[in-house]
């Protein structure tokens, strides 16, 4: 027998999941699980996926739902992993739990680069792994080195196609294919959900703020972040719109609401705070938004490709300068939607519905900032990375590089040739340190 494996810590990746059977894209099996992972900080008062209006719609495509929380108490399914030399003892007792018996596996999870799903990768030693992705950090390379035992048996990387044109870095280093849910399923799977919006009346055409707790992942303050929501709120007030939904994230404090409220009763703008957990996309059908603001969201994108509705973006410049290091996963999506999508400022780029660039220029964009993230991952990008930042020695294209990192990796932009040594020579740096420690001595 044949037991396919499908790991989902969201609801938006058990859509995605659902559209992919839907469609096909999984061969016949005899049994299915649906194996949820509540990655919340504290699981145990956060709820899962399957707590979500909604979730009951998409549940009839798998045979059992089981928990990876229950399955590895008391550890936490992000932090924890399986020891090289305990893998058998928890194969056993996993295939035990869950009724596998001797039963062939096939795993289909998210996030390979991390646990959970490296954790059940290593585990079930030998069974193919699909790799699915619902948002655009696909688009960007592998985050970590993934030993080749694992890396090997990934058989392809599906993904929505949210930039059409754009292909995914991920996993490339293995020459792992990328290949495409039909657009057409995910929006079929998306409208069953659309009836667990009902509070939301139809139609109405607000303009949609999307949060995203960027505080919680040390990217900006919290005092920052709501900053820049009260920026989305005037950006919409300045286009002329006088009905606003505020769509927070699902664990970011009440702070954030007070704040818009407050600017949103200066502006005289009616606000509504959406406090259900339901999708961005149910709000899309429900209520046909005029315009859907963010700043990095994977919903904006959602919302363009797969809705037709116009966007913009906020905050983008700062975030760019903020992340750290370079490598941080999140900078080819922020990449993405600063290249991609007009600025809420501009008012004739959001009302014309202007793209900041077309998906070939935006692909080279992508590969380079991807080679400069993790060069000793895709080496072979090299090439084309020198030959594209030789191309665009422009302050529009260099935002998106650290002039360090491109010094460091010896990349066009980087400082003057003749002392593009100084970084990599060690004697230069011993020097410079034993400078540093005489400084701080007399100092003293």
């Known amino acids: 027998m044949t037991t396919q494996i499908f790991q989902a810590s969201t609801l938006y990746g058990i859509a995605t999941l659902a559209a992919a059977l839907d469609s096909g894209c999984f061969r016949p099996a005899d049994r299915r699980v649906l194996l949820l992972c509540n990655n919340a900080a504290t699981p145990e008062t956060t709820p899962g996926p ?15 739902v089981l928990s990876y ?19 058998p003892l928890w194969e056993r007792y996993l295939r035990h739990e869950w009724q596998l018996a001797d039963d062939e596996v096939e795993l289909a999870v998210e996030s390979i680069q991390v646990n959970p799903a490296l954790g059940l990768a290593q585990i079930f030693t030998g069974a193919p792994v699909t790799v699915y992705a619902d948002g655009l950090m696909s688009y960007g ?31 490339t280093e293995f020459g792992v294919p990328a290949e495409i849910v039909p657009t057409p399923a995910v929006t079929k799977v998306l409208s069953e959900l659309a009836p667990s919006g009902e509070e939301f009346a139809e139609g109405g055409e607000p303009v949609l703020l999307l ?10 303050g919290t005092e920052e972040e709501e900053q820049l929501h009260v920026r989305m709120l005037r950006g919409a007030a300045a286009l002329g719109h006088r009905t606003v939904v505020f769509k927070p994230h699902p664990t970011a404090p009440a702070s954030f609401t007070r704040s818009l409220e407050e600017e949103a009763g200066r502006l ?10 339901v999708l961005a996309e149910v709000l899309y059908q429900r209520t046909r938004p005029a315009l859907v603001v963010g700043c990095f969201s994977t ?29 941080n996963s999140n900078r080819v999506p922020v990449t993405i939607v600063d290249a991609l999508l007009p600025d809420l400022d501009d008012r004739e780029a959001v009302t014309a519905r202007r793209r900041g660039t077309d998906v070939e220029a935006l692909g080279a964009l992508v ?34 590089f650290k002039r360090k990192r491109l010094t460091s990796l010896a990349l066009p932009g980087g400082l003057p040739a003749q002392l593009a040594f100084i970084p990599r020579n060690a004697t230069v740096r011993r020097v410079a340190r034993k400078a540093r420690s005489l400084r701080r001595s007399a100092g003293r």
């Open 50 to 64: 399957d707590a979500m209006p909604g979730f009951e719609q998409l549940r009839d495509r798998f045979d059992d």
């Open 69 to 87: 929380n229950e399955a590895i108490f008391p550890f936490h399914p992000g932090g924890w992993a399986p020891r090289p030399d305990d893998l």
């Open 141 to 171: 390379p592998t985050r970590n080195k993934i030993d080749p035992l694992v890396g090997t048996r990934v058989d392809r990387v599906l993904h929505v196609d949210l930039v059409p044109g754009l292909v995914p870095l991920l996993l």
């Open 211 to 220: 949060g995203q707790y960027l505080s919680a992942l040390g990217i900006l």
């Open 268 to 277: 005289g703008v009616e606000l509504t705070v959406v406090d259900t957990p």
């Open 299 to 327: 919903a904006l994108l959602t919302a363009s490709a797969l809705y037709g509705l116009p966007v913009a973006r906020v905050g983008t410049g700062l975030l760019l300068e903020r992340l750290t290091p370079y490598e």
């Open 367 to 400: 590969r380079a900032v991807g080679f400069a993230m993790q060069p000793k991952i895709l080496p072979a990008l090299r090439r084309e990375t020198e030959g594209y930042l030789a191309r665009h020695q422009d302050p529009r294209t260099l935002r998106y």
